[in-house]
């Protein structure tokens, strides 16, 4: 039994986050102000200061530090100083790293990203995985996706995810949309599509809510979603999972901040009863304890 | 005997004195008028070699180099002049030509640039604008006239080096009698001072806009009735912007100096009562806006930016980066008075001692508390808008079209036709206004008087009483989240357009401050005129701090020919990319 949902609704699922990032203000003007410069400067004490409107002059192309010093040396400075504004730098964020005590055994998690490149291009690598101690891991991925800042707010991804577990791997090409809502809530939307042809969706979002200058309380949910039956990997099309996270973490050092929390996970619709059926448990739930690193 | 004859001699009688009396903690004035610019052996420079203080004369060498560098319980590497943290400082004269041999012992090219001096733009000092700068090994020796006189100063304009140390203080005499007359003279310069390298302090802002911000808003805080209403942080936060966002690179960080020295090491400068003391403050800072003030003290100013202006009393003044300024004070009878210079973040604050004599610490005021930016740091004029109980602002509810339609989105390309919009540009200030007349950030109601820049009147009639033939606006722009600084939404390293001027030409300026931050825009080779009151005596000017969501016009006289730098004096900012090269050419050249 293979279903299959409409493309259109997975659109709108990565859509979605876009919807909030125009609002960052009261749009209440409707007139037209194309062509309005500027207010006039409000200090011009009455008549006789106010500027004229002579055109500026053409941009020069000379360039007159050659006229005093070698044309080559000056030039690579420019390209020097050019380059070094340029900035490009490397990053480490492991989001979470963490011990998790359950009923079903304890095991651990953990979520991060490296990332290299500017403020508009980057490269990121980012994996996520969670597994219980003295069995196979349930879940590793890593992907691999250069990330383009859209707007202010948000990034587009597009790149590849690599599942290592669950058995059989799989490979995915992916886009997504990342970034920050009105509200300060940290948002994202994945679509993926494997190389057997099944397309998944994947939502995030998190919020930071400080308590104090070092105790911060971060909630985090993320859902995936399956176009389509997978048995394979045992998923049924419609939601396949959800999971919920709140963590607590003591931020004195923004390097490395260790935290409690707890986390909650459980597989969704037809995935939970094929869980179900083989003889897991469609959910869990267990106490986490760990570290946030940044590097 | 020649001006430069006592000072070479006033140099040596401090060199004996010093040696007779090197554990004391503090700077002494001698007798007269003399100024003195003295450290002694404080744990600030207690690994720098030893080195004079005071330069003077046709020809000065100055070495470039790296020390170490430690003050309260921090300690890093520092790039220092002569091994010294601050620099040496320049006494000299204006009308006389000055050679100055720079040596780079770095391993990295260095430059240093001579801020406010106007000097030929091939002597300015700025790598890749004016002049190639200055390899490893290499001696580069800067030649210029001193046209005027008054309190400047000089840094590296290569790398971040200048928030590494190498930064110190110039002081020109007039050629003729000082017209500011004063018993006594000190020279404060005020730093910042981190061991994070300025390239990890960028990467890790990159990371975390507010990575540094120790003092943002709360849960605790709200619950406790502090800062901003929940409806105020709501709105807030619905667009984005933080209303604690006053500094990027804070007291988390950094130890605040005056002179090299930390609040322990408590730099003293002498005076006896009834004297009038000239205090020639520099702010060279990286990346904080200091309030300055001498608890008990009134502060006359009586120069800005090395220009003399008419003599105006405060209490208060808040001394923008790469901003200068010179107040006479009168000490009364008692021993000692706290200087006291606190970062406009209030995340901390360096206390000097003016006493009596060594050995007394001046009282430190308790920090203030941290300012919340408001609807005007946002660029929003409140008399449109309709104010709900308490002065807080409904903003669901449509502002009163009063004021001509403008339109209240916070990012409306129509009020910045000039601007680039993208990734970099969060915000547009939907109806700046002019803030000279404000108080600055932070200071708005404090209970005593607070300069602004229209209290600034110049000493002398202003040079050129021409009006503006045209004028330019230039945006400030910028994405706090993603820590992207540029003008009219273009970086510098996306090498945008010079801007233009023809030689000799009246332009006014208007620099339109669309970010939450103040910046100090500074302008090579030049000084310009605040458009604040009647013209005239403007206050003439090469650093001007543009107040958040605000409007500051002023007019140039482009009278320099050559290529300029023009930037904020954030040097974060600059770096990210809010600057630009200013052309200045005869008509029909280029």
């Known amino acids: 039994m293979v279903r299959r949902f409409a493309i259109p609704a997975a659109l709108m699922l990565v859509a979605s986050p876009l919807a909030g990032q125009d609002h960052a203000g009261m749009d209440h003007g409707q007139m037209d102000h194309s062509g309005h410069v500027m207010p006039e400067s409000p200090m011009s004490p009455g008549s006789g200061d106010e500027p004229g409107d002579a055109p500026p002059p053409p941009v020069p192309t000379d360039f007159p530090g050659m006229r005093f010093f070698p044309a080559e040396r000056m030039t690579a400075a420019r390209a020097a100083m050019v380059k070094e504004m340029d900035f490009n730098t490397f990053a480490l964020q492991v989001d979470r790293l963490e011990y998790r005590a359950g009923k079903g055994g304890d095991g651990f998690g953990w979520e991060g990203q490296a990332w290299y490149g500017g403020d508009i291009d980057r490269i990121v690598v980012a994996s996520e995985g969670e597994g219980t101690f003295g069995e196979r891991a349930e879940r590793i991925e890593l992907s691999a996706y250069w990330r383009h800042a859209l707007d202010p707010w948000f990034n587009l991804q597009l790149g590849v995810r690599q599942d290592f577990r669950p058995d059989p791997q799989r490979s995915y090409a992916l886009v997504g949309i990342e970034g920050l809502a009105p509200y300060w809530f940290e948002i994202g939307g994945q679509l993926l599509v494997s190389d057997k042809g099944d397309l998944h969706a994947r939502g995030k979002a998190g919020y930071q809510q400080r308590i104090t200058q070092s105790l911060v309380l971060e909630p985090e949910a993320e859902v995936d979603f399956a176009f389509q039956d997978v048995p394979e990997l045992a998923v049924g099309a419609g939601f396949e999972r959800i999971e919920l996270g709140a963590r607590l973490r003591y931020e004195r050092n923004r390097s490395l901040a260790p935290y409690l929390g707890v986390n909650w996970e459980r597989k969704l619709g037809e995935t939970a009863r094929l869980a179900r059926a083989s003889g897991e448990g469609a959910s869990g739930v267990s106490a986490v304890f760990g570290i946030r690193a940044m590097f | ?590």
């Open chain 2, 1 to 590: 005997m020649t001006p430069h004859d006592t000072f070479d001699r006033s140099l040596l009688e401090r060199r004996r004195f010093l040696a007779l009396g090197g554990a004391l903690a503090g700077s002494l004035g001698l007798a007269g008028a003399v100024p003195v610019w003295a450290r002694s052996g404080t744990s600030g420079i207690r690994h720098a070699s030893n080195a004079s203080g005071v330069l003077s004369g046709n020809s000065i060498a100055l070495q470039i180099g790296e020390s170490h560098f430690a003050t309260g319980g921090r300690s890093g590497h520092a790039v220092t002049v002569n091994g010294t943290l601050p620099a040496p400082l320049l006494r000299l004269r204006e009308g006389q030509t000055v050679r100055i041999a720079v040596t780079n012992h770095l391993k990295v090219q260095s430059s240093i640039h001579w801020h406010g001096l106007l000097v030929p733009f091939q002597m300015d000092g700025v790598p890749g604008v004016s002049f190639p700068g200055i390899d490893p090994g290499e001696t580069f020796v800067y030649e210029f006239p001193l046209t005027h006189s008054g309190t400047f100063w000089y840094h590296s304009h290569s790398g971040m080096q200048e928030a590494e140390g190498l930064f110190g203080p110039i002081v020109i005499d007039p050629a003729d009698a000082d017209p500011i007359a004063c018993d006594r003279e000190h020279v404060l310069v005020l730093s910042d001072w981190s061991p994070i390298h300025p390239h990890e302090q960028m990467r890790r802002l990159k990371m975390q806009g507010g990575y540094f911000n120790r003092q943002r808003q709360t849960l605790s805080g709200l619950l406790a009735g502090k800062d901003q209403s929940l409806a105020d942080r709501l709105a807030w936060a619905q667009m984005r912007m933080d209303a604690t966002d006053i500094s990027d690179v804070t007291g988390s960080t950094y130890s605040f100096l005056i002179n090299g020295h930390g609040q322990a090491e408590n730099w003293t400068g002498l005076f006896r009562p009834g004297e009038k003391v000239r205090l020639r403050v520099i702010n060279a800072s990286s990346m904080t806006n200091f309030n300055f003030r001498v608890p008990g003290l009134p502060l006359t100013v009586v120069a800005a930016d090395g220009n003399p202006v008419q003599p105006v009393e405060t209490d208060e003044v808040q001394i923008a980066i790469a901003e200068t300024y010179d107040f006479i004070v009168e000490p009364g009878t008692a021993e000692s008075y706290g200087v006291i210079a606190e970062a406009i973040d209030r995340s901390g604050q360096v206390r000097a001692t003016l006493a009596q004599r060594p050995g007394l610490i001046a009282e430190t005021p308790r920090l203030r508390a941290r300012p919340v930016l408001t609807m005007r740091d946002m660029g929003m004029d409140m008399s449109g808008m309709e104010m709900g109980e308490d002065g807080a602002i409904d903003l669901s509810k449509p502002a009163e079209t009063s004021m001509s339609g403008h339109s209240m989105s916070m990012r409306d390309p129509s009020v910045a036709p000039g601007v680039k919009m993208g990734p970099g540009v969060a915000t547009l200030s939907p109806m700046p206004v002019d803030r000279l007349a404000d108080r600055p950030t932070g200071l708005e109601a404090v209970d005593h008087r607070v300069l602004t820049y229209a209290d600034l009147r110049a000493r002398k009639t202003n040079p050129d009483p021409r009006v503006p033939s045209r004028q330019v606006d230039v945006h400030l722009t910028a994405n706090m989240e993603r820590y992207m600084w540029s003008m009219d939404g273009k970086a510098m390293s996306e090498n945008p357009d010079p801007i233009p001027f023809r030689l000799g030409e009246r332009v006014r300026v208007n620099l339109v401050n669309d970010t939450m931050m103040p910046h100090p825009i500074h302008l090579h080779g030049h000084f310009f005129e605040l458009v604040s009151g009647e013209p005239g005596h403007r206050a003439r000017k090469h650093t001007v701090n543009v107040l958040p969501g605000g409007k500051v016009s002023f007019d140039l006289t482009a009278d320099a020919e050559g290529d300029w730098a023009f930037h904020c004096h954030m040097l974060l900012h600059m770096h990210a990319g809010m600057m630009r090269v200013v052309t200045v050419r005869r008509e029909g050249q280029g």
